[in-house]
């Protein structure tokens, strides 16, 4: 299948549109299709004040590079939405605080703040489509300053994510934030260089009544180190279509967003107090996402997620 006419054609065993693979094929129109429910394939629901989201990912991801076959691995989202109104009213959140120690005496942190981020919330539960605000940071017990970023963030429905039934990237490729290119969702400025903010706008599992559990891999950098790819927390501008670096608005180096940022390889490893980075995964919490019951005029608690998950 050349979709393109490039002479490159793409397997489809390489193809998933969420879980699901290509259900068909058109080689004479140079189509690949997927007929599935919205129940199906990981399907993910954004439901707001004026809409109702559909979401999945089309990923190509090649295990093998091949002559004559497209090698490069892309993913691109892909929104079906239906427009309308429904009752909506903020949500009263109020704090709910992961830590993780890591070697080198440092302490990664993720607290869930109230609006202004001048205090911890004291929960972690949200209305459907209100903003989740999050602030991660380290402590570190020796006095070199250091930077933190988030390089991934996943929505599951475990607390471990090898168990996880379905699961969603909020925030991949060495910290672009992938979830704000179709939900209001981004990283806002620091309050140190130790900080980093983030406002993640709530949403549910498709089809699961059950809280969802964020799990992430923070990492913490010498400032000194020259600014690359893999350090970096970039947010989607939906109004100008382009990816922005929160620590410079005028950096190319969110523009691997859409494709893959590489690694940078050190000529020599140095001792752990002396290592330019250190990063260690951390389950930030349980997310529970109250709604309106279709059966009730009132609100109600659901054990619901606040994050949609292909």
């Known amino acids: 299948m050349d979709p393109w006419g490039t002479g490159m054609e793409l397997d489809p065993q390489d193809l998933r549109l969420g879980t699901c693979p290509p259900s068909s094929a058109n080689a004479q129109q140079r189509l690949f299709h997927f007929e599935y429910r919205l129940t199906e394939c990981g399907f993910a629901r954004l439901r707001s004040v004026k809409m109702v989201e559909y979401s999945a990912y089309l990923v190509h991801s090649p295990l093998y590079s091949q002559s004559g076959l497209y090698n490069r691995p892309f993913t691109e989202r892909i929104n079906c939405t239906r427009y309308g109104s429904e009752p909506w009213v903020p949500a009263q959140v109020t704090s709910v605080k992961g830590q993780l120690l890591a070697s080198g005496g440092l302490v990664f942190t993720a607290t869930f703040m109230k609006e202004d981020f001048r205090a911890p919330s004291a929960s972690a539960a949200f209305l459907l489509g209100s903003q989740i605000h999050l602030e991660f940071g380290v402590k570190a017990s ?49 309050r140190t ?53 929160l620590d410079d608005l005028n950096s190319p180096f969110c523009q691997c967003c859409d494709s893959v940022c590489q690694p940078p390889s050190f000529r020599h490893k140095r001792g752990l107090k002396g290592s330019p980075r250190l990063a260690s995964e951390m389950g930030v919490g349980q997310v529970t996402v109250r709604r309106r019951s279709p059966n009730a005029g009132h609100y109600e608690w659901v054990a619901n997620s606040s994050f949609a998950a292909p």
Do not use: M
């Open 142 to 190: 020796f006095h070199q300053p250091l930077r933190v970023f988030v390089d991934e963030c996943v929505a599951a429905t475990s607390p471990e994510l090898s168990r996880s039934l379905r699961n969603y990237t909020v925030i991949a490729n060495y910290g672009c934030f992938v979830d704000g290119k179709g939900a209001d969702s981004q990283f806002l400025p620091r």
């Open 193 to 245: 260089p130790g900080t980093l903010r983030l406002s993640l706008q709530a949403f549910e599992f498709l089809g699961l009544h059950n809280d969802v559990y964020l799990h992430c891999r923070i990492s913490a950098w010498d400032p000194n180190i020259l600014a690359h790819p893999t350090r970096k927390a970039c947010s989607f501008h939906r109004d100008l279509k382009r990816w922005e670096l």
